[in-house]
């Protein structure tokens, strides 16, 4: 998880609340990833940025906005947290470069919302 | 459109015997293919990648990976498990041709025997 920091690590939030989560990284790598992990389900995709100032819809958006600001950071926010959004959430970054096309990832944030 | 099958959702294994974790995947044009590993509370790490070359990977903690393109598999192996292997086994395809984004198997979980 070098390299790639996540805040917070654990949340709870009451549903209707909002909130931001927070990545950053000090890699240089231009693509940002914004996953959620949910048993037996694997890691699906919220939303991706593939640069500074670009943002795009993953697998399950819904519910969710980012922001990519700057090379370095790609925050996700929950406007109107719902139960359903109860999971881990994953950050990753991945580099353009080539022979290197694998995610680095961070240590999650568990988010629960009841 | 593309999607990736992990057919066992648990593997308990005794320590020191082999195992297998299977991975299968559907997808009309080239991938690369990755395992991910993660231990319990902690983010996912890199275990091995097929980009081109050799079918045969390695990688670490004495894992390695068989790439079948007739088969569409890429089978994890591992001669002798030990304790420190519990943990979670991710698959994951990306497509060369969509801003390498990853698609998921559910994950299997490697459950060691004493």
């Known amino acids: 998880n070098a390299g790639v920091t996540q805040t917070p690590k654990f949340q709870v939030l009451k549903t209707g609340q909002s909130m931001t989560l927070q990545c950053a990284q000090d890699m240089n790598h231009n693509s940002m990833y914004w996953y959620r992990q949910d048993p037996g389900m694997g890691l699906r995709l919220i939303y991706y940025?593939?640069?500074?100032?670009?943002?795009d819809k993953g697998e399950v958006p819904n519910g969710y906005n980012v922001s990519r600001l700057n090379k370095r950071e790609f925050s996700l926010r929950l406007e109107s947290a719902a139960p359903s959004q109860t999971s881990v959430y994953f950050c990753a970054i991945r580099s353009r470069g080539t022979g290197d096309h694998e995610q680095y990832f961070g240590p999650g944030t568990r988010l629960t919302v009841t | 459109a593309q999607s990736v099958t992990q057919l066992d959702s648990q593997v308990p294994v005794f320590e020191e015997a082999p195992v297998e974790l299977r991975c299968n995947y559907s997808s009309s044009v080239s991938v690369y293919l990755f395992w991910y590993v993660q231990y319990p509370n902690q983010g996912l790490q890199l275990l091995l990648k097929y980009l081109s070359g050799s079918t045969l990977v390695k990688g670490i903690n004495g894992f390695e990976a068989e790439f079948n393109k007739s088969q569409t598999s890429f089978h994890l192996r591992k001669p002798s498990v030990h304790i420190s292997d519990t943990a979670e086994y991710f698959c994951?395809?990306?497509?060369?041709?969509?801003?390498?984004?990853?698609?998921w198997g559910a994950g299997t979980k490697l459950i060691i025997k004493p």
């Open positions: 940025s593939a640069s500074e100032g670009t943002t």
């Open positions: 994951a395809v990306s497509r060369m041709d969509s801003n390498y984004q990853l698609i």
